[in-house]
């Protein structure tokens, strides 16, 4: 019992998930499903941010689950980031669908089902919980991108996103049976013990490395795994495209963080020279390189979002290249980061969907022109979300670069450089953004454009205050967050 | 109204200022894991620049009520200006290098949100952009240099960096801090190369303009170097840096206001000088600098924002800016006309004046160490035209007779538009009468720059004859005013040597380089993308296996081949009618060929399956391989019948490489990977030994399923027939909706 009360976060959304289906396909009335698993995902983002606050590294539990699910500190820190953006998802949903009549309840559960898969693949402390958790979180995506099945886009993003990421997660398997070839084992301990005590051959265990390592980054959308990206965020709708880029996104990067630093924390697989930090380091370079100068010539906001998620990808990793030197100050960081890229990238997209209105979206940059005039408050979201994502105080994203960059620059040596080029590439970052701020407040659109004209709708109004609410607090105050992400990082290394 | 608010402050500040003795200081923790805490040090310097935050403020916030009138807009306008206010005031009153970085940036927004107020231009629109570019791309840079300042010193205190600087002076760190601490000041204080955006930026409504882009905000560049003079003060670049950089933009935008006719204009590049001038005495050693620089400060803000309000009151008359259509105002404006001849007399540094101290201050910080004393000489052209462009201001349009161009039906600005220009250029021309009461303000304020500050005695006849050259010259520039316009607007700079095109055509390329990117990697064709997934890993493989050759050779030798017997060879023929259909697959055409030779794929999985020693799982591949070719070319032969087939693009050589590569690479692994075994056979052995005596079956795969884990398979089968239901509905809901149609 007390397991489950430990892992309530999950349990209430499987079980929750589940009711709500049987009471969609039973009951005789239309069910109102985007309140019901908004209230769900909330429900879940308190127990987690709960139990954060109260008894956030619970003990006397059974081997049995903690064997397969880490229950710790960092488990609920990353519960409470992924119920935030699924939150934030799931609130613009149920305006975006009703507003565009495209409702379907589906959208929802497979919302939430991918969200229960995210969090297993967050907590997953065995290599086959792992691939469970990924794949439940991944197959829910796909279907949630093609749901739009008169929509050739749609479906073109679909089916790219469903081939390379079955690609990817045979890749990932692969790496994974080879980490079981070499020591025999598949739950992170005791592929750690192995290698620890030498028991491993090290030729496999850097291969196993390498495959891992790469189905990863397909997920996080790094370069050069990154090319599903900009077309799947695309062709998804809006409010599914956010989901898509955080919660996908910080759930495998919470992953990667346990298997990096429980499988391979090994001191000589982590030789800031010789080991992954390099290949960490190569793949953060080309993210925040390719990302940042993808984004620069689109017009589609969604693809600026999703070469900008690539770039974020990259600062992220810049983190995970500096773990080596600084291992709890990075990972806090890191999972800081979470926070406010889901914060301020949630934020963007639930104003994207408030633009737009009776099956017109807001979607390119000239849409946007001149609406910081017309609707001045319900532009200064969007402006709060695009300078959060360029990181300029007082806004969630100034902290979280500052900290990342802070580990990196106390790693010394490439990683101070690699500091260097995330500064630098922000500067770049800048053009992109603020061209999204200038629209919004200083431009006029040209004569006879197509104005956007915002939607009415209570629930993404919701998702906007709680988003700009929890971007400007954790730039303001950003004190108990970071307390909070030290005290989960260092569960990471108990 | 809301001018209550900055005049109680000034007036809080003015009293902090009468009894200061020691700085105050106010912290509370903000971010503890990084030492970072909101720290505010109120010295005399921060003081000081409170009192004119506030002051001007004041004046502004009057002004701005009756420039705006019943502007729908003005709201909007008045609450970033108080936003700016707040900005200013935190960030020299901030002793933390973040929190002054925060209050910097906010500044920079509100800056731009001010700028953008009159969108209906193109030109505003377009100036806001720039500056916001400019500004905050110098904000990034000015963090980078924070950072590096606060790693050298272990803090991010000002107080403490400045202790701590002799510790870290004359590394190479501190060197690269310090230019990018440079280049923040410059994009902000808009010194040359980034100049360009002060001008542009006049599009703003006039309060604005007093306000941000010539009393306060662009002083803030200013503010922090001579803040953190005392960190690089022994670094022999940062002197002759300044002095350069600052020199030249003095002399260069004194040229430019030549080229214009726009008064505002005019008045922006004359600060752009002026800050150009503040730069250069922060540079110059010795102690009078500081002192000079106080004194300009206040005398700058006490005659530069009138002369603004006169512009806005001149265009909010007449409604031109163009000096050309501008004459013998005085009549209708006479207030406004007394407001511009005493600023004017302070910005020409006439003797009486609150400019003329200042002035003559910075003559004698020029003067002292002989290798500046070319400063001094350039200087007089500068000074020269400044006292022009001040003659312009007051003199030109408001006496001079002119074609009578303007609309008779003019009349002079409202009440609240007259009294601020004239308080503050009046206050400028009293002090000016003495200026011994505000010296021990200037005193302390300096002491927080240079320690050793302290009021020189001022010559007054050598001063006075020294400014004779430069009154000759600005009576000729004022008076061949027109004919100078016109020979220097004709001459058109080579755009290289303009830096707002070096920042479009920077754009441009960006952009470029972008799409060049895009295009390459984002082409969105999957084909291409699964080719760079595919080949990374191949790179990846091939490193991993190069690094550890050493290893692989031993892997290799490790690999059992175990004895050779029929089942092996049977699993060899497996694996080459695997290997051989493989191939096949990868030059055949015809779908239906394919579909076939993937079957056969399958079958070879199965048959090595089998003759491992696992009849069971053969069974379950053969079945779904089978399966999986019908139902695949039933929907083949529907696709068929539709006629949207596409027939799949022949091999190509790269492709056919990098699938041999990425082959050769995996079995290479998993051949490595057979050769390590080291998993355990000890439930094999246990249900072997068990499932008759305990479960009384012979086949243990079954004892297996039913009965040692009989548990799992009721999930199993619950799963699976939850699953059928689910399909079930779902076909139920497409045949409603093709019945609905």
């Not at chain 2, 008779?408 to 009293?430: C, D, K, Q």
């Amino acid at each position: 019992m007390t397991a489950l009360f430990a892992l309530a976060p999950l349990v209430l959304l499987l079980v929750g998930g589940l009711l709500i289906m049987l009471v969609d396909a039973f009951a005789k009335e239309r069910v109102e499903v985007s309140a019901l698993v908004s209230t769900l995902l909330g429900a879940s983002f308190v127990v987690a941010a709960g139990s954060l606050l109260a008894d956030p590294n619970p003990s006397g539990l059974p081997a049995e689950i903690t064997r397969y699910l880490a229950v710790d500190a960092t488990g609920y820190f990353t519960d409470v980031v992924l119920t935030v953006a699924a939150l934030i998802a799931t609130l613009a949903a149920g305006s975006y669908l009703r507003e565009h009549e495209l409702e379907r309840p589906e959208i929802y559960l497979l919302l939430l089902l991918s969200t229960f898969g995210a969090m297993v693949l967050a907590r997953a402390a065995d290599l086959i919980v792992l691939f469970i958790g990924l794949e439940t979180m991944s197959l829910a995506v796909y279907g949630m991108i093609a749901m739009r099945r008169n929509n050739a886009r749609s479906i073109e993003a679909a089916t790219k996103y469903f081939l390379l990421g079955s690609f990817a997660a045979a890749i990932f398997l692969f790496g994974a049976a080879l980490l079981y070839g070499a020591t025999g084992g598949t739950s992170i301990a005791a592929i750690r013990d192995a290698i620890r005590g030498g028991h491993a051959e090290p030729a496999l265990v850097m291969l196993g490395l390498v495959f891992t390592l790469a189905g990863f980054a397909f997920k996080v959308a790094a370069a050069p795994f990154h090319g599903w990206a900009p077309d799947a965020y695309e062709g998804a709708m809006i409010p599914v495209t956010g989901f898509m880029s955080v919660v996908v996104k910080a759930a495998a990067f919470a992953s990667l963080l346990r298997v990096f630093t429980g499988v391979f924390g090994d001191p000589l697989l982590m030789h800031p020279t010789t080991g992954w930090p390099t290949l960490v380091a190569a793949l953060a370079l080309l993210s925040m390189l390719v990302g940042n100068l993808g984004a620069l010539g689109q017009k589609n906001i969604k693809r600026i979002l999703a070469f900008s998620g690539i770039a974020h990808a990259g600062y992220v990793l810049v983190g995970f290249a500096s773990l080596h030197a600084v291992p709890e100050d990075a990972t806090a960081a890191i999972l800081y980061y979470f926070l406010a890229y889901a914060g301020g990238t949630g934020l963007a997209l639930a104003s994207l969907v408030a633009f737009g209105s009776k099956g017109l979206e807001a979607v390119d940059v000239d849409d946007l022109v001149g609406l910081g005039k017309r609707h001045p408050l319900l532009a200064l979201p969007m402006a709060i979300a695009m300078l959060s994502l360029l990181g300029i105080p007082p806004t969630a994203g100034f902290f979280a670069k500052l900290f990342l960059f802070q580990a990196a620059a106390q790693a010394g040596g490439i990683f101070a450089w690699l500091a260097l080029a995330g500064v630098a590439l922000s500067v770049v970052s800048g053009f992109y953004y603020l061209r999204i701020v200038v629209a919004l407040y200083a431009s006029e659109p040209a004569e006879g454009a197509v104005v956007a004209r915002p939607m009415r709708s209570g629930y993404v109004l919701l998702a906007m205050v709680f988003g700009s609410a929890l971007v400007v607090k954790l730039g303001v105050m950003p004190g108990l967050y970071l307390d909070l992400a030290l005290e989960a990082g260092r569960g990471l290394f108990h | 109204m809301l001018a209550i608010a900055p005049f109680a402050l000034f007036v809080w500040a003015s009293r902090a200022f009468l009894r200061y003795e020691a700085p105050f200081e106010l912290r509370f923790p903000w971010v503890p894991w990084l030492g970072v805490e909101v720290g505010f040090h109120v010295d005399a310097l921060a003081l000081f620049f409170l009192l004119l935050i506030t002051g001007v403020g004041t004046c502004v916030f009057v002004y701005a009520a009756g420039y705006l009138g019943e502007d729908p807009k003005r709201r909007r306008l008045f609450s970033w200006l108080v936003v700016f206010m707040a900005a200013m005031i935190g960030a020299v009153a901030a002793d933390d290098l973040f929190v002054l970085y925060t209050f910097w940036e906010l500044t920079s927004l509100a800056s731009f949100m001010l700028v953008s107020y009159h969108h209906e231009s193109e030109t505003a629109r377009r100036s806001a952009r720039q500056a916001m570019l400019v500004t905050f791309g110098g904000g990034f840079v000015l963090l980078l240099g924070f950072l590096v300042l606060a790693g050298l010193a272990g803090t991010s205190s000002i107080q403490g960096v400045i202790a701590a600087a002799p510790r870290f002076a004359g590394e190479p760190a501190a060197r690269f801090a310090m230019f990018c601490l440079f280049v923040g000041a410059f994009t902000k204080s808009a010194q040359i190369p980034f100049h360009f955006w002060l001008p542009d930026a006049m599009a703003a409504p006039t309060p604005v303009s007093a306000y941000l882009h010539s009393a306060t905000m662009v002083k803030l560049g200013v503010y922090l170097l001579a803040r953190i003079e005392h960190v690089f003060a022994d670094d022999w670049l940062f002197g002759p840096t300044l002095i350069v950089v600052g020199g030249t933009t003095s002399a260069w935008a004194m040229v430019k206001t030549l080229r214009e006719r726009d008064l505002k204009r005019i008045l922006a590049w004359a600060t752009v000088s002026a800050l150009g001038t503040m730069m250069m005495l922060i540079g110059l050693p010795g102690a009078e600098g500081a002192m000079a620089l106080v004194a300009f400060v206040l005398a700058h803000a006490l005659y530069k924002a009138p002369l603004f309000f006169v512009a806005g009151n001149v265009d909010h008359c007449t409604g031109t800016r163009d000096i050309g259509q501008l004459a013998a105002l005085a009549r209708v404006m006479p207030w406004t006309a007394a407001a511009a001849l005493a600023a004017a007399l302070s910005m020409g540094g006439f003797p009486l004046s609150f400019g003329h101290f200042a002035k003559e201050l910075i003559h004698i910080a020029k003067r002292d160490g002989d290798l500046y004393t070319i400063i001094g000489y350039g200087s007089i052209p500068v000074s020269a035209i400044t006292v022009a462009v001040a003659a312009i201001a007051a003199v030109r349009i408001f006496w001079h007779r002119g074609d009578g161009s303007i609309p008779s039906e003019m009349h002079e600005a409202p009440f609240s538009m007259r009294i601020p220009p004239l308080a503050l250029a009046s206050l400028g021309v009293l002090l000016g009468l003495s200026p011994h009461v505000v010296d021990p303000m200037l005193q302390a304020a300096a002491k927080c720059i240079t320690p050793d500050a302290h009021l020189v005695e001022i010559d007054e006849t050598r001063e006075l004859l020294g400014l004779v050259p430069v009154y000759a010259l600005g009576v000729i520039v004022f008076a061949s005013w027109d004919r100078l316009h016109e020979v220097v607007a004709k001459v058109k700079l080579p755009s290289f040597l303009l830096a707002k095109t070096h920042l479009e055509k920077s754009q441009e390329t960006a952009v470029h380089l972008a799409s060049i990117v895009t295009r390459t990697i984002q082409h969105g064709r999957l084909r291409g993308y699964a080719a760079l997934l595919f080949s990374t890993m191949l790179a990846a493989l091939a490193l991993t296996l190069a690094a550890t050759l050493e290893d692989g050779r031993t892997l290799v030798a490790h690999a059992r081949l175990g004895e050779i017997d029929g089942a092996r060879i049977a699993v060899l023929g497996a694996c080459v009618l695997l290997v051989v259909s493989a191939i096949a697959m990868t030059v055949l055409r015809d779908t239906f060929v394919l579909l076939l030779v993937s079957g056969l794929m399958g079958l070879g999985v199965a048959l090595s399956f089998l003759f491992a020693g696992a009849p069971d799982l053969a069974l379950t591949q053969f079945i779904v391989e089978v399966a999986l070719v019908v139902v695949i070319a039933s929907v083949l032969l529907r696709v068929r019948r539709l006629g949207i087939e596409h027939p799949p693009t022949p091999a190509s050589p790269s492709r056919l490489a990098l699938s041999l590569g990425l082959g050769a690479a995996v079995a290479l692994a998993i051949v490595a990977a057979s050769g390590t075994g080291t998993a355990s056979t000890a439930l094999a052995e246990y249900f072997g030994a068990h499932s008759l005596p305990d479960a009384h079956g012979r086949n243990v795969v079954n004892v297996l399923l039913v009965d040692f884990r009989a548990l799992d398979t009721l999930g199993e089968i619950t799963v699976l027939s939850l699953a059928f239901f689910a399909t079930a509905r779902v076909f139920a809901a497409f045949r409603r909706e093709e019945a609905g149609r």
